[in-house]
């Protein structure tokens, strides 16, 4: 010691070390990005009131724990992974076009839709909230506000071209962008859309959008 004071060497044997964080405060990516992909393997294999977090945390090579501490249940984790395959999450279409937006918009949906494990995935969970009000709750939600989001992103947008009058309604104006490709892929499950649709049915949303 001089003057009373440690030497580096001293000090950096009576200082305490510090503990890397373990638990909860360290989740790593790649084991949430295989329970995510498992939750979609087990829904398309079983369906939403079959699955369960012991099948799910096997599929993905994981220990049960590792799934709670991302999701508290079955139906988070499920709401996490539908909102991969909503439209929540895409960014707007920017054309420069009310029609080009609708377009667009409807090509990214009808992809997301038609998706092999999607089309069976958002069928299930509306049959399961049609007997649980707190999944109906979620669903809709989840689906809802990721369509929403980018619809009323159109709408301004067409607003502010001058394309559709700015009292425009709003509610309806949403319900007439997101509701025929939904009633036809989601409902009718139609297993392949007639030629020209989507170009054929923005041509008509963007004209009842403008009549309103």
Not at 67 to 89: M, T
Not at 109 to 135: G, K, Y
Request: aromatic share 4%; net charge positive.
């Amino acid at each position: 010691m001089l003057f009373g004071m440690t030497t580096n060497a001293e000090e950096s044997q009576t200082r305490p070390r510090r503990r890397t964080p373990a638990g909860a405060a360290v989740l790593r990516e790649d084991v949430t990005e295989a329970i995510r992909a498992a939750v979609f393997e087990e829904l398309a294999a079983v369906g939403y009131a079959r699955m369960s977090i012991e099948g799910i945390a096997r599929r993905a090579g994981v220990g049960k724990t590792a799934v709670y501490r991302r999701w508290r249940s079955k139906l988070h984790l499920v709401l996490d992974v539908v909102s991969a395959i909503a439209v929540q999450g895409l960014p707007t279409p920017d054309t420069g076009s009310l029609e080009g937006d609708l377009r667009l918009l409807y090509e990214m949906t009808s992809r997301a839709l038609r998706h092999p494990v999607a089309s069976q995935i958002i069928p299930d969970l509306q049959a399961e909230a049609a007997r649980n009000p707190e999944i109906a709750e979620a669903v809709q939600n989840t689906l809802r506000e990721g369509q929403e989001g980018v619809a009323s992103g159109i709408v301004a947008a067409a607003k502010r071209r001058g394309e559709v009058r700015s009292g425009i309604d709003e509610e309806l104006a949403l319900d007439l962008i997101s509701g025929p490709l939904y009633w036809r892929s989601v409902v009718i499950r139609s297993p392949k859309l007639p030629k020209g649709y989507l170009g054929a049915l923005a041509r008509a949303t963007t004209a009842a959008l403008k009549a309103l």
